[in-house]
């Protein structure tokens, strides 16, 4: 199942360290390349000696070789790694690595890592529980880093309680778990949209809502990582994109949107309408600058197209078609009614009245519904992790 896969495992100071070993021969069982990355205090909690004997590689510290002078690569290595595992990882590099502290080797190879990072924590039961290191926790979280939790039980200190790394088998089931999800979406093209549509008053005013992108822009990281070719069809938004591997199609109105969707849409496999399009835009748009000394009481608007719908009229049988449907009141019927009456297979369900769920927030609570009657009601979490269950129902319906 590794054959051939290029591991990277970061240790840092943490008694933990000693489970690493095991971790290794797992590894390297399953017919993984591992290469360890120490921090300089970890070493005091388990030898270079052991470690390089059982990778076969020598263990990389420090970011010159103090013998021979040569320069460790953190570029290199972050482009070399297909999984970097920091394990057991500290409070402290966990606050480092949240904020961006790049002091060791293995910090700044976590900085410029392409592939995807996991971290396993192991520290007292306090430390875990301290709101920075569930800060810290939560920031990468939301990076889309994956945490393997730490476990309940006896703890180094004698305490008993949460903060014990997980059991090296524990750990390789969950490599195993990326690296088969990672080929979920292998070869099929996605199509996603995300942002607001900005429909033109005058050349400077316009008609839009308060939606940021992020809940798109997660999904279509997310759908990368799981190995699909994505075009991101976005509105105007102030975010960067997620990976250089997305095609990004930039519009501003509903009516640009809906062209660009309808030139993509016949390749694509699955279509994920994540974007708040306006429902409205103006009859007319004013092509000088509307000057306030003329006033105006009224803009007469008529209704956008709604793309959803007409992808809907046009899915054919093989295709998945994605909505989101975003409400205040009569939330799960109006959402029903909207997965019918546009031919959708699944819709994702955003309540405005659940806190820090909704526009601009890096959190959503969601229920997702699909055609088959299934309805998936799950708490609040970063939007990169929302994403990841939306995938996960679409993974399942096109079974
Ligand atoms: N949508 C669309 N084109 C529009 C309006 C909405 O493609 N002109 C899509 C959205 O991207 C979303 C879904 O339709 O996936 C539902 O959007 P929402 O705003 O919740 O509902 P509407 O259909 O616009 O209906 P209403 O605003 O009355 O609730």
């Known amino acids: 199942m590794l054959t051939g896969k290029k591991i990277i495992i970061g240790i840092t100071a943490s008694i933990a360290a000693y489970k690493i070993p095991f971790v290794i021969r797992l590894l390297k069982k399953a017919g993984a390349e591992v290469q360890i990355i120490m921090t300089p205090s970890a070493v005091d909690f388990v030898t270079p000696l052991t470690l390089a004997t059982l990778t076969e590689r020598p263990v990389l510290i420090d970011f010159f070789d103090k013998k021979d002078g040569a320069w460790s690569s953190h570029i290199e290595l972050g482009i070399w790694a297909d999984l970097l595992l920091i394990a057991p990882v500290s409070a402290n590099t966990l606050a480092k690595m949240a904020t961006g502290v790049a002091d060791n080797l293995l910090l700044t190879t976590v900085l410029s890592a392409r592939c995807p990072v996991l971290f396993a924590p192991a520290m007292d039961l306090d430390m875990y529980k301290h709101p920075t290191t569930k800060a810290s926790v939560d920031r990468l979280l939301s990076f889309g880093y994956k ?73 279509a990281k997310a759908m990368v990582n799981q190995g699909a070719d994505v075009v991101l069809v976005s509105g105007p938004t102030s975010l960067n994109i997620p990976d250089s591997k997305i095609e990004l199609l930039k519009v501003t109105s509903a009516s640009e949107m809906h062209r660009a969707c309808m030139t993509v849409y016949p390749e694509a496999d699955i279509t994920i309408m994540a974007a708040a399009v306006a429902d409205f835009s103006p009859a007319n748009v004013v092509s000088n600058k509307l000057k306030k000394e003329k006033g105006f009481k009224t803009i007469d608007v008529v209704p956008t197209i709604d793309i959803l719908a007409d992808l809907g009229k046009n899915k054919s049988d093989k295709q998945i078609l994605v909505g989101f449907a975003l409400e205040t009141d009569n939330e799960k019927q109006n959402a029903l009614k909207k997965l019918n009456n546009k031919n959708l297979d699944i819709i994702v369900l955003n309540s405005m009245t659940d806190k820090g769920a909704g526009f601009g927030y890096d959190t959503n609570k969601v229920t997702i519904i699909t055609k088959n009657g299934d309805e998936l009601i799950f708490g609040l979490k970063p939007k990169y992790e929302v994403a990841q269950d939306i995938l996960t129902v679409i993974k399942k319906v096109s079974k």
Request: with cysteine.
């Open 147 to 219: 945490q393997i939790k730490p476990v309940e039980g006896e703890l180094a200190s004698g305490l008993m309680g949460c903060g014990r790394m997980e059991e090296p088998e524990n750990i390789l089931q969950v490599i195993e778990g990326i690296f088969t999800e990672q080929l979920s979406f292998t070869g099929k093209k996605v199509l996603i949209t995300a942002g607001p549509t900005h429909e033109a008053i005058d050349p400077v005013r316009y008609i839009g809502n308060h939606s940021s992108g992020k809940m798109g822009y997660e999904i």
